[in-house]
């Protein structure tokens, strides 16, 4: 029977939703594998569907002949996009691939950084002459309609000097009456981008006025490219990646979990581990401090943990809130003070829900288990007016600590739940144990 | 002098850019007041740059013979956002100031789920037949372009039962051969969405495919409407803030911070405080089972918030990790096993770089103080040792917790640092006595 013997082609050919899939697991060389085992069109659609460091991956893999006719497919801002992600010694190899225009293109964007509004932007897109008839700028566009450049509904009108002087959509242009001049059209631009905006100002922006396309200028008001509302989607993606990475108390890896090599992984991740580790040394040193109480009273040992990890847990929660406010534009530096109003009667709140159940449960307990000694109420009430008092500190902390990182230059969403924590643990045993020497003076302590 | 006297028009009068800047400030009495005073064509720029809250309390703040001009200039998706963020009771007054065939889109609107394909979609879009000329596509899409149905660059082709048949470009229709059918110039659709998809799956689509737009089709692929990239990165902003803001450990607050009104917040902050509190609880039961030990060996307890805080770090990384996978679909239930491989390198790896320094942080401070006794080099040997356990137990859970959480049907991102510090906290002093009675038995205890 036939059907025993193992087709090798059948073997090895994945469809292309089968590779789509296994994508995140697969090897670079497996990868390359299975896109050539694809037809070319399919090979193509995952080829433009997967992120730049994968089409560099690929191109480096495939023999040095037929890299040229893949490369150029790309429009100049991917073709950026993937030598940007090749190693440096095989960029001017991939650049030499491009056409002359383009690679003068490539060229001009590679200059930019990456995050700016320059290095996402594109070179390429519709341009018209004001005094152009709409009949005229309608068969020039025409022309130029093979490089695509009309997909993202707006022809942009410039002087000689390429300065943006206006702008009409497609529909507009294509409903004008045929010799009305472009200028009688157009309307002035809505919103510009300056070529070193910063991607997450650019998002702001694109999110605030709801666009689908920018045009980028310099400071002369010369059109430099577009960058359009697809690319965004991208880039607000990866600051929330990052953001949130940060947020976890690491290094962003910038690379998906799976791919990034374990050894990569772990350098950014040892990092602030740490720093954390350092700062919360402290603790024993303020446990030291203490030692002579803990051994009068051993009873204050058992809720340490308990009465830190609450003016942590406060803590971050404030520090998100305003990490987060901080990128979306809610929220700016001056705005401190309304950030105190707000976390000042919180912290009260919640620092007082927190006392309350942590002394009904030392109350309720003392009826089961003699464990709380004799001064049971005492106990109690050193550890729900801790609590209080330790909540407070938290959140206040957790809302400062961003906006003085930002203050001092810093990333904002350095301020991780981690770090706010290990700042409120050392603060919090001091609050801890300096509540309990009032408290507890003449009965334990 | 007249400049001695305030103009009281003056005073009040403010720049549209100086109500931008001011408006998360102000209350919605302000706001409406504010946009009043500006020229209606200023106003109308503002009215539609803020959100669905703000334009439904804008429109309820005006007298009711004003409202209709506002809000039909609203496009049917937006109409039905507004009256989605007023109160119950206004929604049907509000619905009736729309023309009819709006008020029928927009009730089929209210229809959906506010975060589905359906619930994001606009009902108008640039329809024709596959079986019209080009040239007579062209002058029927031109009748319409009042609607601004062309905006966003594709036409579809539909059936009469509306199948969705095929797609094509502005830029491919006006450039194509006036007397070719569309059925000749347009191609199948790459994408569609269906609508109940869930806007999380949306906003992964649009970034994997680089899409400006996507067709919305029901199960029969009959053609809904169109979602554009604009919304979407609103989803995505949105997604990632209601994700930070669970994993800072509270719900997400699903609103600016500095608009939600304090006793909400506190309310928002409170339940899962409260819930890591009770869970936290446990440390002060663990200690208490612990509390012999203590007392023979003070110095133990001065190790207990740098050992179980390492735990709920290397626990808040790993989360953090696989949480923002999963968003990003990068990472999938079943791919616990490859997780787990990837992080018990990680975590033996953390460990061990953090328990050398705790080990060489006692060993050094020996030399220069006598708190840790004479069996110092006993107790580096035992915090080493259990910063390795906590730190890849702390790894293991916090990248398991998010997958367990999906698993039985609740959100990953609840896999806050917070949870997974307090989760650690308890099995981290368990590991850490339980190595401290193992090898300090016989000299400390």
């Not at 068969?139 to 130029?144: H, V």
């Not at 809720?303 to 404030?318: D, E, K, T, Y």
Request: some cysteine; aromatic content about 8%.
């Amino acid at each position: 029977v036939t059907t025993s013997v193992e087709d090798p082609v059948d073997k090895e050919r994945h469809s292309p939703s089968e590779l789509r899939e296994a994508w995140l697991v697969l090897s670079p060389m497996e990868r390359a594998e299975g896109l050539r085992m694809l037809e070319r069109t399919e090979a193509e659609d995952l080829f433009f569907e997967v992120d730049a460091a994968d089409q560099a991956d690929f191109l480096l893999l495939m023999p040095q002949a037929d890299r040229r006719s893949w490369i150029r497919m790309l429009e100049p801002d991917d073709a950026a996009d993937v030598i940007q992600a090749s190693p440096y010694e095989q960029r001017e190899g991939l650049l030499n691939l491009l056409d002359v225009k383009t690679r003068m293109e490539v060229t001009a964007l590679l200059a930019y950084a990456e995050d700016d509004a320059g290095g996402l932007m594109n070179p390429r897109y519709a341009r018209v002459r004001p005094d152009m008839t709409v009949d005229e700028a309608i068969s020039y566009l025409r022309k130029q309609a093979r490089e695509r450049l009309m997909s993202i509904g707006e022809v942009y009108a410039l002087d000689a000097e390429q300065h943006l002087l206006g702008v009409v959509s497609f529909p507009e242009l294509f409903t004008a009456q045929t010799d009305k001049k472009v200028r009688d059209v157009m309307h002035p631009p809505t919103v510009t981008a300056l070529e070193q905006m910063d991607q997450e100002a650019l998002s702001n922006l694109f999110a605030q006025h709801d666009l689908l396309v920018v045009p980028v200028v310099d400071a002369k008001g010369c059109m430099k490219g577009i960058v359009t509302v697809d690319d965004i989607v991208h880039v607000v993606r990866q600051e929330a990646t990052e953001d949130i990475q940060k947020f976890g108390g690491m290094e962003a890896l910038d690379m998906p979990y799976l791919r990034i090599n374990i050894g990569t992984m772990i350098k950014k991740r040892a990092g602030w581990l740490s720093a954390l580790f350092l700062g919360e040394m402290l603790t024993a040193t303020a446990m030291t401090y203490f030692e002579e109480e803990i051994a009068r009273a051993v009873v204050l040992a058992l809720f340490v943990p308990l009465i830190i990890s609450s003016g942590g847990n406060a803590g971050s929660q404030a520090s998100t809130l305003v990490v987060r406010a901080m990128a979306l534009g809610e929220l700016r530096l001056r705005d401190w003070f309304i950030v105190i109003r707000r976390e000042l009667p919180s912290g009260l709140a919640l620092g007082s829900v927190l006392g309350s159940i942590g002394f009904l449960r030392i109350f309720v307990w003392h009826f089961f288990t003699p464990i709380y000694g004799e001064h049971y109420m005492l106990v109690a009430m050193t550890v729900s007016a801790s609590l209080v008092g330790v909540v407070l500190f938290g959140s206040l902390a957790g809302a400062m600590l961003p906006l003085v990182l930002k203050r001092l230059g810093f990333d904002p969403a350095s301020a991780s739940a981690p770090f706010v924590a290990t700042l409120v643990d050392v603060t919090g045993l001091i609050i801890y144990f300096t509540v309990a020497s009032v408290i507890l003076y003449g009965t334990l302590l």
